[in-house]
């Protein structure tokens, strides 16, 4: 991937690339919905990543140049009052939270190309985000502070781009560790990371739809999760026990005491699997993963047809632990803990099973836990920036 991004680098800017930056996708093992409730994730950063090359300009501008959608894009450093459209708005997004919070703007060229799929909901515009700040941070001369970084990207994607995600997709993306997946307190943001167990793989399976108001009911269950909070008299639900949750929930409106047991149970099924992943046990890891997914179809209802066939089929085959969908939901990936040696007839399998119950060709890879937001290449003369 490497030698090709400075290869397009060269073919349209005429010249070396000073830096080549990469930052990942996500997956989350377990965890969901639960982040903007300041509980516990679990997420894993992907092989397939966002890929920035980057030139300094020595211009008040960022030209970027998209491989994967064949289009360019421009915007001022100096004035931020004409708001982007499309892809575009994420870079200029994060440019205008950067300037806001006191960060030093310097201009470059760019060139965009990634392997990660875009739309898929393994987190393709978070790692757009922290790519483009590491670009920054790099021309602008500041240290990189990855989760300082993921707080302004969220902040960007909330008040910029107007979706109210919850801190997860970017803190990973900027903080992922080879080989493992990252257990994130989203209240202090503290990582804790951890190896799968022994013997297992993470198999992707990409349904291929998504379907419409993924933000509107995104934002209308945080507002539900807030509601419940409310009633008993928190900030949010992290501070709410399952007893005293137990005691009243019957006062709740049937919806919102759904939406309150999802969250509740989600963040002790999340805390009891770095137990799992500590005592090496695939099958109640597995387990907790199926609950998880009931979880999120019932009660919390973010689903859809395609990850319900996705995951329960899965769920049903040898050598797999457990499944769920993964991410925000209505469409994109659903996960399966998979035993490594079942893990290639597993893949066939659950692809022919949805194609055959859908009509529809799912796109199917093993991934391990994947190093966040790096520097992949300098040019020489800037050796001593890294
Ligand atoms: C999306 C959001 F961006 C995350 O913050 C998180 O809430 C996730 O949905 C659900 O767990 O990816």
New binding site residues.
Partial sequence: MLENVIAAFQKVYHCEPDFVLRSPGRV?LI??????NDGF?FPLAIKYAQWLAIRANEKPEVKLHSVNLETDGIFSLADFSQKSEGWIRYPQGIAYTLSQNGYKLTGWDGLLMGDLPIGA?L?SS?ALEMVVARAFSLLGGYSWDPKKMALLA?KT?NQWVG?N??????LISGCGEAGKAVLIDCRSLDLSSYMLPRGTVIVVMDTMVKHSLISSA?NERREQCMEGAKFFKRQVLRDVSMDEFADRKNQLSEVVMRRCQHVLSENLRTLEAAKCMEANDPKRLGWLMNESHASLQHDFE?SCEELDIMALESQKLDGCFGARM????FGGCAIALVAADNADHFQMQISEIYEKRTGIKPNIFITEGAQGTSVVFSNSKFDQTI
């Fill in positions: 989350n965890g969901e919905h639960t982040d903007y994730v909901g987190s978070a969220q994607e979706m995600c919850g801190i997860m997709d970017q995104y973010v993964t991410g925000g939901g």
